[in-house]
């Protein structure tokens, strides 16, 4: 059966999919928002610095030294990293080596490690790889720091996240807390201003905001302001991407 007008019209505007790539410093609230963006648009959700905590979760296992390059590139052939979504939990899990490492990937060793993987230009080529095949099918929204720069350079829709390092570090801080981690507010806000420098300074595929990214600081916005203005983005994003599939 084919739909009236304008309600068919509609269901084929929203079955067009786009890639949503979302970047930005550490804890601005990019998992946040790619996460809610997927649950609104039906879409796969990845967080890709899960990926990278991974890496160097099995990495400090094996004790080997975040700093020697070469014992650390010569393992990846012995990582696998899945991401699942748990659709009754509403969240991703990560699965390394066919073991759930949700919890240890945000401990404190690993946070504190992980910016000195990632500088790996051999890491970042292996979890590219991998994240590239997960988005080839679109209907995706990724957060990282090199997603709309070099994972998916041809997203439909690119934001670049940012809020003050107050804020950010008073976000960090209530969820370590939640957790149960141990840590004081000046510890989470130096690693904060750690990875901050670290990510955006290294050689390798540094955090920098696309040309064609919409800048975004959500210090004032609450979650559902944030995803409404976001979600209009999208749905635009969505409908420009259909008439071009139409014209062609
Ligand atoms: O998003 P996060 O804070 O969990 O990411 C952890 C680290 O992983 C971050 O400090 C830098 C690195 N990362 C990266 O280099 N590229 C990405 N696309 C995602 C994360």
């Known amino acids: 059966m084919r739909l009236e007008s304008p309600m068919r019209i509609f269901v084929e505007i929203m079955s067009e999919k786009i890639v949503i790539a979302i970047d930005g410093y550490s804890s601005c609230g990019k998992s946040t928002l790619a996460k809610d963006l997927a649950r609104e648009l039906n879409y796969i959700y990845i967080d890709s610095g899960a990926m990278y905590r991974a890496v ?3 990495v400090l296992q094996k004790e080997i030294d975040v700093n020697d390059h070469e014992a650390v590139v010569a393992e990846l052939p012995n990582i696998q990293i899945e991401c699942i979504y748990n659709q009754e939990e509403d969240k991703m899990e990560t699965l390394l080596n066919g073991k759930n490492v949700d919890e240890q990937i945000r401990s404190p ?45 041809d997203a439909e829709l690119k934001i670049f996240l940012t809020a003050d390092i107050e804020t950010r570090a008073r976000r960090r801080y209530e969820e370590v807390q939640a957790n149960g981690v141990a ?6 806000k130096h690693n904060l201003s750690h990875r901050d420098r670290i990510d955006s300074s290294r050689e390798e595929s540094p955090l920098f905001k696309a ?31 259909q008439k071009r599939t139409v014209k062609n």
């Open 56 to 58: 160097t979760l099995y």
């Open 109 to 153: 060793w690993v946070s504190q490690n992980v910016s000195e993987v990632s500088i790996i230009k051999e890491v970042r080529a292996f979890l590219v790889e991998q994240q590239q095949r997960i988005g080839a099918e679109k209907g995706i929204a990724m957060d990282g720091r090199d997603i709309g720069t070099v994972v998916f350079k």
């Open 183 to 188: 840590m004081s507010y000046e510890e989470v």
């Open 211 to 241: 040309d064609d990214a919409l800048l975004f600081d959500n210090s004032i916005l609450s979650r559902q302001e944030q995803l409404r203005l976001v979600l209009n983005m999208a749905k635009r994003r969505i409908e420009e991407a």
